[in-house]
């Protein structure tokens, strides 16, 4: 069955510095994946998502993910990461290529210091 | 407007009452989708709805579940007798197509439920 693991329950990264959060999935063929962030409050907004081609996906707010099928991982990246970044992430995997549902990690909670 | 709405967006329910989530998609969205966020948890799929066809109600967790969507367009959720279990976000997605991998869900802020 797919799944979808995020390790890091929660990353405190000072403001400034690069952020990578992992994610990891396991689906038969070649997945659909996603990355997510929420607020407090606020729904579930997409930052990027691959299907194919170019390993490397670019996103919204300069983040930025690439797809490796060797390591079944989806990592989420961003160079800098300033204050406003704080928040839940998550990762997804469609669960078939209907893509009827996706299928959610639980989540890496962000915390930016300064 | 422009995004998803759920309404209400709190809701606290007695152990044994009925509830009502109402989710209104985005303007000629035709899929939509409800999942339950428990509390540090992911999204969990629920019901999936082409237009007003339920194409997918395999992660509804019991009978007490129940969503419809008459017209295409405004969806509710329904639980009846609700249990201290069912304490949790209910979340509303829609997509402007049909079922598809490579359709973006867009979220809805979500509805609050806790069952006392």
């Known amino acids: 069955a797919q799944s979808v693991t995020q390790p890091d329950i929660h990353i405190t990264v000072s403001e400034g510095a690069s952020l990578e959060l992992r994610c990891n999935y396991s689906?038969?063929?070649?997945?659909?994946l996603f990355w997510y962030v929420q607020s407090p409050g606020q729904g579930l907004q997409l930052l990027l998502k691959?299907?194919?081609?170019?390993?490397l996906v670019q996103g919204i707010k300069g983040f930025e993910a690439e797809f490796k099928r060797s390591q079944s991982s989806f990592n989420l990246r961003k160079p800098s990461v300033h204050w406003s970044d704080a928040a839940e992430y998550f990762c997804?995997?469609?669960?078939?290529?209907?893509?009827?549902?996706?299928?959610f990690g639980k989540g890496t909670t962000l915390s930016v210091s300064s | 407007g422009a995004g998803v709405s759920q309404s209400p967006r709190y809701k606290v329910a007695k152990r044994g009452q009925d509830v009502a989530l109402r989710c209104d998609p985005i303007?000629?969205?035709?899929?939509l989708f409800w999942y339950q966020q428990a509390l540090g948890q992911g999204p969990e799929f629920l019901t999936y709805f082409q237009n007003e066809a339920q194409l997918d109600k395999s992660g509804l967790p019991s009978d007490r579940f129940f969503a419809e969507r008459p017209e295409g367009s405004v969806s509710t959720l329904k639980i009846q007798r609700t249990q201290q279990e069912d304490s949790a976000v209910y979340l509303c997605a829609s997509s402007l197509r049909g079922a598809g991998g490579r359709e973006t869900q867009y979220f809805g802020p979500g509805t609050r439920l806790l069952v006392l």
């Open positions: 303007s000629g969205h035709v899929s």
């Open positions: 997804a995997v469609a669960r078939n290529q209907a893509g009827t549902a996706l299928i």
């Open positions: 689906y038969g063929a070649t997945p659909y």
């Open positions: 691959y299907f194919s081609g170019d390993t």
